[in-house]
C-alpha cells in the first residue's frame, strides 16, 4: 500500500502500524545491528509511483525501514514524502542483476540499485526476516 507520510496523520500511522507492527524500540535495533537501509538508488517503478516520481528531475532514492511483520520502503517526490508498506507475506523480491533487486506487492514494485556489500546483506536479512515470520504462521 503507497501512504503519503509528510504529515503527521494519526489514521495513517495506526494502519501502517496494523499492517507491519510499530517501529522497533531503540535496544531492538542495537540487537538487531539496524533496522535501516543506507540511500538507495530507484531504477524502475510501476506507473502510479513512477508519476510521482518524474515529477522532480532530482536522483531518485529511497531507503528501506524493517518493522516485525513487513517492510517501509521511503522516498521523496517534490515535497511530499511516500512509503510503500509491504507485509511480509505479500513481499517478493528478485534479484535482476548483480547489484539491482525488485520488491514486489501486488501489481505495484521498485527496481532498486545496490552500491556495496552492506547493501546486499541488508537484503538478505530482509529475506531471512521473511522466512522467519512466515514460519509462524505454518505452525
Known amino acids: 500500500m503507497l501512504f503519503n507520510v509528510s504529515y503527521n496523520d ?8 496494523s499492517l507491519i507492527g510499530k517501529s522497533y524500540s531503540l535496544l531492538q535495533r542495537l540487537k538487531k545491528g539496524g ?9 524502475k517503478a ?12 532530482n536522483i531518485n532514492y529511497c531507503n528501506i525501514e524493517k518493522r516485525k511483520n513487513g517492510i517501509i520502503i521511503m522516498f521523496r517526490s517534490l515535497l511530499e514524502t511516500y512509503a510503500l508498506v509491504i507485509p511480509y507475506y ?21 527496481k532498486i540499485k545496490v552500491k556495496n556489500n552492506s547493501d546486499h546483506n ?18
Open 10 to 17: 494519526v489514521k495513517i500511522k495506526n494502519k501502517i502500524d
Open 90 to 110: 505479500k513481499l517478493i523480491i528478485f534479484k535482476v542483476t548483480a547489484d539491482e533487486y525488485t520488491f514486489n506487492i501486488d501489481h505495484k514494485f521498485l
Open 46 to 57: 510501476d506507473k502510479e509511483i513512477e508519476n510521482l516520481l518524474i515529477l522532480d528531475k
Open 35 to 43: 533496522i535501516g537501509s543506507g540511500k538507495l538508488t530507484i531504477t
Open 122 to 139: 541488508f537484503i538478505r536479512s530482509i529475506t531471512e526476516d521473511k522466512v522467519k515470520n512466515s514460519s509462524s504462521y505454518i505452525t
